[in-house]
């Protein structure tokens, strides 16, 4: 079994910072790609910041400059530092990663729960 478990979330200012942390345990054989996912209610979820085992980035036009994704792979862990946090960005945040199993020769991405990222004043 693999699970990945997000921590961090949080009520925040606007303005404020927050730190996401993601974990991937589990019969891993490899990681080829982590990355945070986010789904304001009514709305659908849409992509925040992916890296890949190369540690190339990819953001969202509406977080450049304000987020950064980083990973330790060593721990099979992924970041999200969230800055100059907007009431826009209030949703919940999903951790995700595609990574290869013992068992199964495919790729596959593996989904956690979600963490409340609330901003208000």
């Known amino acids: 079994q693999v699970q990945v478990v997000e921590s961090g979330g949080g009520l925040v200012q606007p303005g404020g910072s927050l730190r996401l942390s993601c974990v991937a345990s589990?019969?891993?054989?490899?990681?080829?790609?982590m990355g945070w996912y986010r789904q304001a209610p009514g709305k659908l979820r849409e992509l925040v910041a992916v890296?890949?085992?190369?540690?190339?980035?990819n953001y969202a036009d509406s977080v450049k400059g304000r987020f950064t994704i980083s990973r330790d792979s060593t721990k099979n862990t992924v970041y999200l530092q969230m800055n100059s946090l907007k009431p826009e960005d209030t949703a919940v945040y999903y951790c995700?990663?595609?990574?290869?199993?013992?068992?199964?020769?495919?790729?596959?991405?593996?989904w956690g729960r979600g963490t409340q990222v609330t901003v208000s004043s």
């Open positions: 995700t990663a595609n990574m290869v199993v013992t068992g199964r020769s495919a790729a596959y991405d593996s």
């Open positions: 589990g019969r891993i054989v490899s990681i080829k790609a």
């Open positions: 890296i890949t085992g190369g540690s190339s980035t």
